[in-house]
T-cell receptor
Framework: AQTVTQSQPEMSVQEAETVTLSCTYD???????LFWYKQPPSRQMILVIR??????QNATENRFSVNFQKAAKSFSLKISDSQLGDAAMYFC???????????FGKGTRLHILP | DTEVTQTPKHLVMGMTNKKSLKCEQH?????MYWYKQKAKKPPELMFV???????INESVPSRFSPECPNSSLLNLHLHALQPEDSALYLC???????????FGQGTRLTVV
C-alpha cells in the first residue's frame, strides 16, 4: 500500500528565514504526482506546489521549491523568506493516476516567529 | 472558475436526524472526492467518484451514503450518525488534464 510520511509534526522558523519540511513516500506505481498543500486555520486546503514523478527538474513556485529525489522517494518543501502568512498546517500528498486516490501525510504545523 | 463550493458551512444534527452535505464544481472535473478530517489530523479518504460512478469506497459505514446526480454535483447523505462522526467534511475535485485536486472549504459537522 502507498504511504506518505512526514516526520516533523511541528516546526518553527523566524520570519524572513528559510525552512525545509520533509516528506517521504512509498509506492510501486510509476504514474503519480506529488503535492504540498497548505491548510490555514480557515481550513481551506490550498495547493502550494506540485511535482510530476516523470520530471527530474524540481518544481518552483515563487518562494516555494521542492527537492524531489525519486530514487530515495523523498519530496521536501523549502520555503524561503518565510512570512507570517505562511503559518499553517502543511500536508504532503500523493496522487496515483491509476485510481485517482489521494493520500496525505500526517502534516507538519509550521509556526512563523516574528 | 477554480472553485469547489460546499454547503452548508456548519451543520449540527441529532443522532436520529437525516441531513445532506452538498458539493458543487463547474470546472468539468471528472473525479470528485469526500474526505473526513478530524482536528489536527490529515484528511481521510471516504469516497471517490469517477465519471459519476463510485470508484472507491474506503469501507465507510453505511450511515454515510454518497450520491453523484451529475458531473457537477456530489452529495453526502447522513443518517443515524454518532457523536464520533463529528468532523470537517471536505469535498474535492480533479480533472484528468490537470493533476492537482481542488478542495472546498468544508462542512463543519457536529453530531449531538
Amino acid at each position: 500500500a502507498q504511504t506518505v510520511t512526514q516526520s516533523q509534526p511541528e516546526m518553527s522558523v523566524q520570519e524572513a528565514e528559510t525552512v525545509t519540511l520533509s516528506c517521504t513516500y512509498d509506492t510501486s506505481e510509476s504514474d503519480y504526482y506529488l503535492f504540498w498543500y497548505k491548510q490555514p486555520p480557515s481550513r481551506q486546503m490550498i495547493l502550494v506546489i506540485r511535482q510530476e514523478a516523470y520530471k527530474q527538474q524540481n518544481a518552483t513556485e515563487n518562494r516555494f521549491s521542492v527537492n524531489f529525489q525519486k530514487a530515495a522517494k523523498s519530496f521536501s518543501l523549502k520555503i524561503s523568506d518565510s512570512q507570517l502568512g505562511d503559518a499553517a498546517m502543511y500536508f504532503c500528498a500523493y496522487i496515483q493516476n491509476r485510481d485517482d486516490k489521494i493520500i496525505f501525510g500526517k502534516g507538519t504545523r509550521l509556526h512563523i516567529l516574528p | 472558475d477554480t472553485e469547489v463550493t460546499q454547503t452548508p458551512k456548519h451543520l449540527v444534527m441529532g443522532m436520529t436526524n437525516k441531513k445532506s452535505l452538498k458539493c458543487e464544481q463547474h470546472m468539468g472535473h471528472r473525479a470528485m472526492y469526500w474526505y473526513k478530517q478530524k482536528a489536527k489530523k490529515p484528511p481521510e479518504l471516504m469516497f471517490v467518484y469517477s465519471y459519476e460512478k463510485l470508484s472507491i469506497n474506503e469501507s465507510v459505514p453505511s450511515r454515510f451514503s454518497p450520491e453523484c446526480p451529475n458531473s457537477s454535483l456530489l452529495n453526502l447523505h447522513l443518517h443515524a450518525l454518532q457523536p464520533e462522526d463529528s468532523a470537517l467534511y471536505l469535498c474535492a475535485s480533479r480533472d484528468i488534464r490537470n493533476t492537482e485536486a481542488f478542495f472546498g472549504q468544508g462542512t463543519r459537522l457536529t453530531v449531538v
